[in-house]
């Protein structure tokens, strides 16, 4: 009998007899097969707990972008048009007038 199991589709999913040595870190390295199945990816934060004597690990709930929680909060502006309202009128020769003549 194969080794492998079948997942709803009929497919075969993954292999029973996959392992993985425990680092001197304590870090496992997850087979890419079961990686692609549940679509890890590097940086992936993962949570583990323990039922019954099983260690059950699964993907972290997405943190929201705290730049993204606030997009949109401030309306729309210009930012040449506020430069300029910051700095003043450009200077411009023909506009000013001519200073007084130094001695």
């Known amino acids: 009998m ?3 199991r079948l997942d709803s ?3 075969n999913s993954y292999d029973v007899g996959m392992k ?3 680092s001197e870190k304590g870090q496992v390295t ?3 097969p079961l990686r692609d ?3 890890l990816r590097p940086g992936q934060v993962l949570e583990f707990e323990t039922r019954d004597g099983v260690l059950v690990g699964r993907k972290a709930a997405a943190h ?3 730049v993204d929680a606030v997009r949109g909060v401030l309306n729309r502006m210009s930012v040449d048009a506020e430069i300029d309202k910051m700095r003043g009128k450009p200077w411009n020769a023909a506009d000013d007038r001519p200073r007084a003549k130094r001695r």
């Open 30 to 32: 997850i087979p890419k």
């Open 37 to 39: 199945k549940l679509g």
């Open 2 to 4: 194969s080794s492998r």
């Open 20 to 22: 993985s040595v425990v």
């Open 64 to 66: 929201e972008n705290p």
């Open 9 to 11: 589709g009929g497919r």
